[in-house]
């Protein structure tokens, strides 16, 4: 299980340190798309119990004791919805490289400040 | 009846004192008394004291020319609202510990309204589209920003050493407090936040060295130039005024309760109307030495600054000196 | 009647309307308007109905969605919960949308796909509705990704410069970078808590803070710092307020970033009542005085009316975090006003830049001038709006000012801290470099002489005048009638932001507060502001003023012939010009304040590479401050 929480906060650091680092938009966005992997990453691991099943076939569903029956429905309704939206900002924020390319004639992030001061 | 009486006895208040006629007349004798006293200095005779007045009456049976590229309600609106502000002021401000309405504003909202004749003026300059007002109103809001914050620490270190560890803005508690342990300026450490006091003045009301923002000889009187006749008139009224209305602030600020033990006990519809004169008459010339020191001796030593030169000397200097009051209030001394 | 489902009703109404304009309004205009002012109408009365239920008769009204209630404690569906401080941003949400509306109408006319902008207007207004309403915090994300995105395609909605693209895609990139800090926030608190409900977490929460959940909280804090504006993530709002259409910088600085602010102050007041710490207090009121110094003196450097304006609502958003991080009752009220004034004065400034901008085609202040000759009621609402924000008396601006200053000095003088003087002095002078960034709006825009190439403006038609009016009279009566709206409005409010009892027990049973140690505090009624009277201010002004022109009249009878404008060819009419033909003169924006900048030089010339405007940097900037939080707050409270 800690192999799981490592591989997420390497990945949100990774795509941090892309939209950080990368000059090209489009890495940019490829950094976004990754730091949300990992945040997914992360909420997958949470509601996983090991050797744990649906928990339509648990038996005891308000068990306390018997917790690990069942793996937690919750973080993956969550992870479905943060998918749909990391999917939606890398839609949007591929348009709107393809516009500022067409504008600028650039996707270097250099070169795309005019707004500044 | 009592109700009635009450509005009649406001009124009063409102209109004589400490309101329009006293303000009016004690501002304009103190701006008399500033010119002539600076004339002596310099040698010369001088005009009347009376000559602020004259000078008004003049003004007001001149023509009022308006600039077609100026913003005509404006523009006439402005001088009015900077000279009615400030005589209601004078209504907040205690005289010699008589407080006609002042319980209702604390040093903060005096802070703020002090703002609202400058903001006028500059209003009022910047709606005759001159070019010179363009100027003018630059500077007079680089003055403003500039002694904004020595004024803030001022006020700041004398609620701290009236307060001590409860909130007190009041202007009334102020003069309380002061009646029973003695003017604020005899603790030793309120001394320079007094001197800073005594700088503000000036640059709050326009006087040399710190009349940058009307420097007649340079920008043609700046946010004025376009003005003329009545409300002409009504600006020098308001300069006037804000000369009596500053230097009061000063002497409830720094020097209160000097004159709480008169008592003539001359009354009129149960009003101590003699307690009132003399008090009023006391605090008058105390606010004329005061003038004196503050504007009339600088003025006449001084050349005007730049306005860069300006706005260092207030944060630096200035501030300086009401933040070493600030700072020796708060650990006590 | 049941109320109940009237917040459900309205966000979804929202959403619903945002499709139904893309569907039937995107050809026809009138079926597209009818539909919008109907949706945002419906919305705004159906909300504003529970004014009295919550505001008068202190009830919280709470709504499961698919009547999943908890089940033995435990919160499993999605809950809306409506208390008075959920309330207070909801009037403020309602308020400023039907206005938005309202003023889109005759604004946007000459824009083309004004279908696809209505659907994003309403998505956007219904996600902030949806945002604090809601008492689930995934559902408070899902909320918030949907304003990010419906923000950030209405900032690149004009898209024929490049320039409004550019801005929409650092907004989308510093947006989704705090939203992702906020997301695995949520994560880490669904993983210590096993709930989302935001009254269950902080009854579990209470007293219980481990380091996931200290990690949550600061990583949660940054991502509605994000959303706030607050330095150091402010850089993509200015550009983003700036390019979007008017009527939506307007949403934008009146309630995007106040969702930001709500989402701070339920996070920090609510789930994890961490604010009567001191050291948090320090952090929360210094992120707040750095922002309201940064964003005023930016603004003074500005040279376009609405990157000015947006430079302002970053710094005023600086005093709401001020004056709430004082955790004071007093601070919180006046935070919570402030945050009202701000959304009513910020707003009414930018409809004027829109106005503007609409009858002139430019924003430029140096392009710009002498316009109160050709749109008076512009230039009245204008000074208005000047005046609120920069706090002269008697105008809203003023009172809730004023009302921080207190709360300060009091908190100053209660914990000794001589922080806390700082920060007054500082907020004191950034009120009065507010001030003087408006004057040079004034001079540059409405004031001055007129270029030749604005001969031919015209004031904006009513529709556009009409949500300026009722912004500035809401600005004057705010500011003279302040103690009603302090004791009806924000007493409530503050009293729900401390005593959480009554949330927690609506939403989780009778009992669940108490079994987790949450007590409420006494609140006194008196919240310790008497000294200032606007009416009797009001009442002597007026008089003395009275008096003054009565004498000037019967001093003069003629008075008012001579007071004439006519231009004669003598020059008797025209400016001083030393004595030579007057001509184009005009004192432009960048030619005041000229001492000013001179002595700053120094600090502009930093601040110019602090805003470099480079994407890099600002996410840089967010991960550094992310990063800080997390330290310092693992100091503080481990």
Sequence with gaps: ?117 | MSSFFQIIENIVKAMIFPGLLYATAGGLLLAGLDRKIIARMQRRVGPPVLQPTYDFLKLCGKETIVPHVANKPVFLAAPFVGYVSLVVMMLLIPIGGYSAFSGKADLIVILYLLTIPAVAMIVGGSASGSPFAGIGISREMVTMMAYELPLIIVFLSVAKLVGGDSMNFSLQDITAWQEQNGPVIFSLSMIPAAIAMLLIIPAEVGMQPFDVAEAETEICEGPLVEYSGFPLGMFKLGTAVRIFVMTSLFTSLFLGGITSGIHIGWTVCGVYVGDLLVRGLIHFAICAVITLLCMTFIHAITARLKIEHLFKFYWTVVAGLSLISLILVWIGV | MNYTHFPVISVMGLFLGAFLVEVFGSKNKYIRNTIVLLITTCAAGLMLYLVKPVFIDGQIISYWMGNWEPVEGYAIGIGYEIDALGMFFVILTVLTIWLAAVYSIKYMEKDSHLGHYYTLFLMLSGSVLGLVCTGDIFNMFVMIEIMTFAAVALTAFRNKKGAHLEAAFKYLVVGCVGSGFTLAGIVLLYMQCHTLNMAQLASILHGNLTPVSVLALALMFTGFGVKSFIVPFHAPAADAYMSAPTSISMVFSGIVNKAGVYGMIRLLFVVFRVMDISSVQIMVVLFGVVTMFIGVTMALAQHDFKRLLAFHSISQIGYVITAVGICSMKGVVSGLFHAANHTLFKGLLFLCAGAVLYSTGTADLDKLGGLSKKMPKTTICFLIGAFSISGLPPFNGFASKWMIYQSLYDKAVTTGNFFYIFALVCAVVVSVMTLASFIKVTQAVFFGQTPAALKETHEVPFLMRLPMWIMSLLCVGCGIFYRFTGNNLLLPAMKSTFNITSYIDKMMGEGTAAASGIENITIHAETGFEYWEPVIWLVLFVTVLLAVFIVTLIGRRDRGKVLSTKEEADGKYATFFSGEKSSHSHVAGSDLFWGFKRNWKGYFNVMQKFHSGNVNDYSLMAVCCCALVIVFTYIVLL
């Design chain 1, 1 to 117: 299980m800690i192999f799981n929480y490592i591989t997420s906060v390497l990945l949100i650091v990774l795509g941090l340190y892309t939209v950080c680092a990368k000059r090209n938009l489009i890495k940019i966005v490829l950094g976004l798309g990754i730091t949300d992997y990992g945040i997914n990453m992360l909420i997958v691991s949470i509601g996983y119990n090991y050797g744990g099943t649906a928990p339509i076939y648990a038996q005891d569903l308000f068990n306390v004791g018997n917790s690990t029956a069942f793996v937690d429905p919750v973080p993956q309704a969550l992870t479905l919805t943060s998918i749909v939206i990391s999917a939606c900002v890398d839609a949007m924020a591929l348009a709107l490289v393809i516009m500022v390319n067409k504008r600028y004639k650039s996707i270097d992030a250099n070169e795309i400040r005019r707004l500044k001061g």
